[in-house]
């Protein structure tokens, strides 16, 4: 029930609505009873019943007044018009009470909409903006696929199935109460007898829907499956051709694919049982009632045109209680896709952060690793121990190993997508973790090895997110040696560059990543170089916009290029997460060791 009491907490912002869907879903069940003992006189007429009644009630005190009273205004018409003009008139009320029913079961409709698709909105909202705040550790452990999955296919899911018992909590009980209600007034004992009965196939078809959250959520968890697949797949298209991996992945598909259909064969048998369950214990319950209802009639406890009434008040009671049984299955369903969706919304969010951390804007001395340890989660080994160094403002530090040897996870303990371990990081003496995370990273500039680019223009990729003039754009563009380029793309700067870029060349899109790096400015550059070669020219050219880049700037580099390497001020070499040689490029060369190795078994230089 927690859970569901967190559904409802999204309805608040929609107050209103919510009230008027209420209101109107009153009104329409209030139209459904009322519309009941209409029928009476039309039977009473036609079972050759009709008494006149020529006392009229003196006042409405009581219910029975009022019955009275409607009887006696209908004996008159039939006095004054006869009985086919009284019939006549009992379809037109009839008629414009279904009209009425029908209007406020629209407008009750029409309220709940925006209350329904609004809180998708919102839920999907919440998921996403949670996701771009969630640490990086998050993501190693989730699958993309499933994570999309959930944004998609488990908020569907909830509108489906839980929004849609939005209408029948609030509107199956006031009919239900209402008919039940005439019913009582009409025969206790009978409906007495219908209660027990209700009662009794209500438990029997809870039993049944007992498993269904459990199975529903197996079902989205299937379904998280397959989209990643999916997605892994188109991800590594290249790779799969190339290696004729097809057949490979068909299979993992099929497989996924194949446990979906099982799976939600067995939730569509069972949720299917219910209708046809509840359709036969209704003519059940009917059957019974027709043998009490007869029994009563003949002796002469209960008129026929009563009884009728009777049935069609219970008539009236079928369809909102299924719904409401209905109601039940589709809340256990959905629960199901609400746990998968609060999983996301509860994980912890962003890195952890003291009360007042201090705010810095500049870097004044430098960035100091102090006997710095780190290891993953889950992970045996350390990926770093006892790391050391200092660097200062405006200098290089270049970062040589082997793959593996702990260089990027160096990189990504600066922005504090992970903390340290062991020991601290600081930036002009004072530790990272003291610091707001915001402006650590808005000290930083990042250029990653794979240039991350986005389905947008050029120059949304240049500035991402940051308010800039169209001159500094272009300057930045200049200096990174992208403008040439740019400026021969169909549309300039307002060109789309496709996913991830892919209408560039790998040389184009370094560059751009470059200029993005240059328009922000940082005052601390991280870069990982990329390891893929290009050809001469753009190798050229990257090489010049890296140059502008590096200037004066402070910059912790994964060099692959020897000639960024040369311009370090200090190289540290890593092996197995230490530094096992550190000095400028001419002491290590000159040192023979585990450096000039690696220069040779890379060939650098
Ligand atoms: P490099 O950048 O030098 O290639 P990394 O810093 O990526 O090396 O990796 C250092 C070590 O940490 C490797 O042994 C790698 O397997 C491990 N590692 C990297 N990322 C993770 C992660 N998210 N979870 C667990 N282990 C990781």
């Not at 049944?208 to 991800?235: A, F, H, K, N, P």
């Not at 001469?536 to 502008?548: H, T």
Request: glycine share 8%; aromatic share 8%.
């Amino acid at each position: 029930m927690k859970d569901f009491r967190r559904l409802l907490r999204h309805l608040a912002p929609y107050k209103k609505y919510v009230g008027l869907n209420i209101l109107f879903n009153i009104l329409m069940a209030i139209f459904t009873v009322v519309s009941i003992p209409v029928f009476i006189p039309f039977f009473r007429i036609l079972f050759g019943m009709e008494t006149p009644i020529s006392v009229r009630p003196e006042g409405i005190h009581s219910l029975d007044d009022a019955i009275n009273m409607a009887n006696y205004t209908f004996s008159q018409v039939i006095a004054e018009h006869g009985v086919s003009h009284a019939l006549l008139l009992t379809c037109i009320v009839l008629v414009s009470m279904f009209f009425l029913k029908n209007l406020f079961r629209y407008l009750s409709m029409y309220f709940i909409a925006p209350v329904r698709n609004g809180i998708v909105r919102d839920i999907r909202q919440e998921i996403f903006d949670r996701m771009t705040i969630l640490p990086l550790g998050y993501f190693s452990e989730e699958r993309k696929g499933d994570l999309m999955s959930r944004i998609v296919a488990d908020v569907q899911e909830i509108e489906w199935s839980i929004l849609n018992v939005l209408e029948a909590v609030f509107r199956s009980p006031v009919i239900i109460t209402g008919a039940m209600f005439i019913m009582i007034y009409m025969s206790p004992g009978l409906t007495l007898v219908i209660f027990v009965l209700m009662i009794f196939s209500g438990v029997i078809i809870g039993g049944i829907s007992s498993r269904l959250r459990r199975q529903s959520g197996e079902l989205q968890d299937i379904l998280g499956m397959l989209v990643s697949t999916v997605e892994e797949t188109l991800g590594g298209l290249r790779v799969i051709k190339a290696f004729r991996a097809e057949r490979f992945q068909q299979g993992l598909f099929r497989k996924i694919n194949e446990t979906y259909r099982d799976t939600q064969t067995r939730i569509i048998r069972r949720r299917d049982l219910s209708s046809p369950l509840s359709e036969f214990m209704g003519i059940g319950v009917v059957a019974v009632l027709l043998w009490f209802g007869a029994q009563r009639i003949f002796a002469g406890e209960i008129g026929a045109e009563a009884f009728m009434a009777f049935l069609l008040a219970f008539y009236n009671v079928i369809e909102p209680s299924k719904s409401l049984t209905n109601a039940y299955y589709n809340i256990q369903k959905g629960l199901a896709a609400v746990d998968r969706v609060d999983k996301i919304l509860d994980a912890p969010g962003g890195m952890p952060e003291i009360e007042s951390p201090q705010r810095i804007h500049k870097i004044t001395e430098g960035l100091r690793f102090e006997n710095v340890s780190f290891t993953y989660a889950k992970a045996e080994q350390p990926a770093l121990s006892g790391i050391d160094f200092f660097l200062p403002k405006g200098k290089t530090v270049a970062l040589v190993g082997l793959s593996g040897a702990g260089k990027s996870t160096i990189a990504d303990l600066i922005p504090r997508f992970y903390d340290v371990t062991e020991g601290k990081i600081t930036i002009d003496g004072v530790d990272l973790r003291d610091v707001q995370v915001a402006d650590i990273r808005d000290l930083l500039g990042i250029v990653t090895q794979d240039a991350i680019l986005f389905h947008e223009t050029v120059r949304n990729n240049i500035t991402f997110g940051m308010e800039a003039t169209d001159e500094a754009v272009k300057e930045a563009a200049g200096q990174a040696h992208a403008a040439e380029f740019i400026d021969q793309l169909p549309d300039g700067y307002e060109f789309n560059i496709g996913d991830r870029g892919g209408k560039l060349s790998g040389g184009q899109r370094q560059r751009l990543t470059i200029a993005r790096a240059l328009l922000r400015n940082p005052q601390l550059l991280i870069l990982d170089e990329a390891t893929s070669a290009l050809d001469s020219e753009s190798e050229r050219l990257v090489q010049e916009a890296l140059d502008i880049l590096l200037a004066d700037r402070t910059a912790l580099v994964i060099a692959h290029r020897l000639s960024t390497i040369r311009r370090a001020d200090e190289i540290l070499v890593l092996r197995e997460g230490r530094i096992v040689e550190r000095g400028t490029h001419d002491d290590l060369i000159e040192k023979g060791g585990e450096y000039s190795k690696l220069v040779q078994l890379q060939g650098l230089g």
